[in-house]
């Protein structure tokens, strides 16, 4: 696969931004075994192009790809300690450890991964940068691993075909007028300013130094599958999502009137294909007033907010849109203009006003879904820490438990 085949268009938005890893903690059902794991995820990185793949740059057109290689790029530990659960907090202080620094993918790859015994079962934590995977990608390829370890499923490999232009998203997706005019205004004005493109090394070094600096503290909080069954029987006895009520609870809790939310769109791109690692999803904010009211009555305002973005491709599309819009040299310098680290008033103008990188304020949630596994008994999403977001929830349920992972300022 060549560098022009693996072009980061919109996942580019990734790519100078600090902070953009997350993770995904399982209990495997099965024992620990230095040699098999090795084989299992060998075996993962022969199936996935990005999992071979470093950070290439085309200095021709400021472009940068996914330089896929021969041999894995999974950074796999295999730990002494052994834990007594996936509430185990040596996990979380490894989760600390690894995205304590800025990684240089230049040379590291994209996947970091470290591995526990747990009795007679095994712990592994995965440790993704988003230009590897969204949180539903993240899942897939966790649920791989586990099956290839558990009982030695190998998958079919897989090709990657990312969102490589706008004309990809649906009609009637187009950037509203007032964007659109902004967004063109920054472009304009960042010719104007004959700024050369912020060089990733510069980015790197200026994010090493502010992730080291921004301590973002992690909680996790179980809901048995008793009281989980309990809610969701309540949601549709209200006619909303457990997603709603969830949304609700933390503008009541949190005492803000505005929440961004993710939207998986594998259903919805043609250039998908099933299995594959990238980005394929979008974020929207949903906007309520009056959040000391009655829970119930909010989340039903919330789920009638939420169905019409998503019903709206204007709404649902927007962020991506900019994405597409921008150009890629004012995207990659917007969060160091933003923070004062690089001088531009066009990059600072979209890091500021359309991303809100200058001050984390923000709150966001994330609910991966439930899912059923014979290989992985439990587990719980840690989300990123985006510098745009003051809170961050991360929901997995697996096998009827959910799991709330919450990254805080």
């Not at 990005?50 to 400021?62: I, K, P, Q, S, T």
């Not at 509430?87 to 240089?104: C, F, H, N, S, V």
């Not at 691993?145 to 998958?155: C, E, F, M, P």
Request: one cysteine or more; charged letters at 25%.
């Amino acid at each position: 696969m060549s560098g022009k085949e693996n072009r980061i268009f919109t996942e580019r938005a990734h790519l100078m931004c600090p902070h953009m890893c997350f993770g995904i903690v399982m209990s495997i059902d099965s024992a620990f075994e230095t040699g098999r794991l090795q084989k299992s995820f060998g075996q993962v990185a022969g199936n996935h192009p990005f999992l071979r793949a470093v950070l290439g740059y085309d200095e021709a057109d400021n472009g940068y790809y996914y330089d896929v290689t021969d041999s894995s790029k999974i950074d796999l530990q295999m730990s002494e300690d052994e834990l007594n659960g996936i509430d185990d907090p040596k996990l979380i202080a490894e989760y600390d450890r690894l995205t304590g620094y800025d990684w240089d993918i230049r040379s590291e790859g994209l996947l970091k991964a470290v591995a526990w015994k747990m009795q007679d079962k095994t712990a592994i934590l995965l440790v993704f940068h988003h230009l590897l995977a969204d949180g539903r990608g993240a899942l897939e390829l966790a649920t791989e691993i586990a099956d290839a370890y558990k009982d030695g499923t190998v998958r079919e490999p897989v090709s990657e075909k990312l969102i490589s232009s706008a004309d990809e998203f649906p009609a009637g997706s187009e950037l509203p007028f007032m964007s659109r005019m902004l967004v063109d205004k920054a472009n304009r004005d960042w010719k104007k300013e004959g700024n050369k493109p912020l060089s990733y090394q510069k980015y790197h070094e200026y994010a090493d130094g502010f992730v080291k600096n921004d301590k973002v503290k992690i909680s996790v909080k179980r809901t048995s599958s008793e009281e989980l069954s309990k809610t969701i029987s309540d949601c549709k006895a209200h006619s909303v999502t457990l997603n709603d009520l969830l949304m609700a609870k933390m503008y009541k809790e949190d005492k803000t009137g505005k929440i961004i939310i993710a939207k998986d769109l594998r259903s919805e791109l043609p250039c998908y294909q099933k299995g594959a690692l990238g980005n394929y999803s979008t974020a929207f904010s949903i906007e309520v007033k009056k959040t000391d009211r009655d829970l119930w009555e909010l989340a039903q305002e919330v789920h009638k907010k939420v169905q019409k973005t998503l019903s709206d491709p204007k709404s649902l599309y927007l962020v991506l849109q900019c994405y597409a819009r921008l150009e890629p040299a004012v995207l990659d310098a917007a969060f160091m203009a933003a923070k004062g680290g690089f001088n531009s008033k066009s990059a600072s103008f979209i890091g500021k006003m359309f991303f809100a990188m200058d001050e984390p304020k923000g709150y966001s949630i994330t609910n991966l879904g439930k899912i059923e596994s014979n290989s992985i008994i439990s587990a719980y999403f840690i989300p990123p820490a985006s510098p745009a977001i003051k809170k961050t929830a991360g929901i997995l349920t697996v096998n009827g438990e959910m799991i709330t992972c919450v990254s805080e300022r």
